[in-house]
């Protein structure tokens, strides 16, 4: 999943990334395109 703002930092957007991946697994079951 790489879907994260250009303004977020490495930290920030790996930790952006990994919320958004478990919330997507909540919501979907699977990982999103």
């Keep these: 999943m790489k879907h ?3 303004w977020f930092g490495a930290d920030a957007g ?3 990334e ?3 991946e478990e919330r997507t ?3 979907v079951g ?3 395109a």
């Design 4 to 6: 994260r703002p250009p």
């Design 14 to 16: 790996a930790l952006y």
């Design 25 to 27: 697994r909540q919501v």
């Design 18 to 20: 990994s919320r958004a």
């Design 30 to 32: 699977g990982p999103v």
